[in-house]
């Protein structure tokens, strides 16, 4: 008994605790190992409120940022309205940036506290993935062209239709273009792939990236956690977290490999 409880604690499941006979030689032991699953369980516990608590001070607060936040934009439009003289245009102008750069960094908190909170509002619709995709790609379309990048597309012809939050998947594969196009290497080529393998419905991104990928893949979706350990690049940090928890959000998965220089993202879905 006291080995199989043992057992279940390792594989993390819950059990009834020990009753041994009082004349038992292991009535000690037994009792220790069910004060120690009382307590675990109950570090477990504090551990979960500590986190529901730093995720709704996140939320509030990105929520709170947003009415000054706005006022601020909306100061920072008026002024670029105006016929200002030099350099006085070029503040203005630099404020605006900054100004819309921050609104998307505190929307992004916004977004990934909720979605870690699980208050993330999703509506699932069938929809076809690689139209989707396709979709995302034409509106990224003067963004691509704009860089040194060549964008090349494999996407089947077949309809792939799941079930998915047709919002919140669009910013999946918007966060993971934005990323492609940040950290690729100059005049190199990004491969944007969308495929059936057996009952599911796949896409992979691909780019070589300008930078060492010396890093933990599964830390690198982390929040905040950005491949320029520097942070001389813009970026919150969120963009791949976003794109996991969104994914996973609408019951699709999302991992992310290395090979080498090449950085590869995959988002799975069921086929309907």
């Known amino acids: 008994s006291l080995t199989d409880k043992l057992t279940l604690i390792q594989a993390g499941q819950e059990s009834e605790p020990l009753a041994l ?3 038992s030689l292991l009535k ?3 009792e220790a190992l069910n004060n120690i699953e009382d307590g675990i369980e109950s570090a477990i516990d504090e551990r979960n409120r500590s986190n529901q608590m730093r995720v709704e001070l996140i939320t509030n607060v990105s929520h709170d940022l947003k009415t000054p936040l706005t006022s601020i934009i909306n100061y920072a439009d008026l002024l ?3 016929n200002l003289p030099a350099p006085s245009a070029e503040y203005a102008q630099a404020l605006r940036d900054k100004s819309y750069r921050l609104k998307n960094m505190v929307q992004d908190v916004f977004e990934i506290s909720k979605a870690t909170s699980g ?3 999703v509506e699932l619709v069938e929809l076809d993935l690689g139209k989707l995709v396709e979709q995302t790609l034409a509106d990224m379309d003067e963004r691509i062209q704009e860089s040194s990048l060549t964008l090349k597309t494999h996407i089947t012809e077949e309809p792939l239709p799941i079930l998915a939050d047709g919002e919140k998947l669009y910013r999946v594969f918007q966060n993971l273009l934005v990323n492609a196009l940040q950290y690729s290497l ?3 080529r ?3 792939y969308v495929y059936k393998e057996g009952d599911q419905a796949c896409a992979k991104i691909k780019n070589t990236s300008k930078q060492e990928l010396n890093f933990d893949t599964e830390k690198i979706v ?3 956690v950005r491949a320029d350990a520097s942070r001389t690049t ?3 940090g969120l963009g791949l977290s976003i794109a996991q928890s969104f994914a996973e959000a609408c019951g699709g998965t999302f991992h992310v490999e290395t090979d080498a220089d090449m950085f590869i993202a995959h988002v799975q879905f069921p086929l309907i």
């Open 21 to 23: 006979s009082k004349h």
């Open 80 to 82: 670029c309205e105006e």
């Open 190 to 192: 990004i491969h944007v």
């Open 222 to 224: 982390e929040r905040f």
């Open 119 to 121: 208050n993330l509002s």
């Open 234 to 236: 813009e970026g919150s």
């Open 28 to 30: 000690e032991a037994g």
């Open 186 to 188: 100059d005049n190199s």
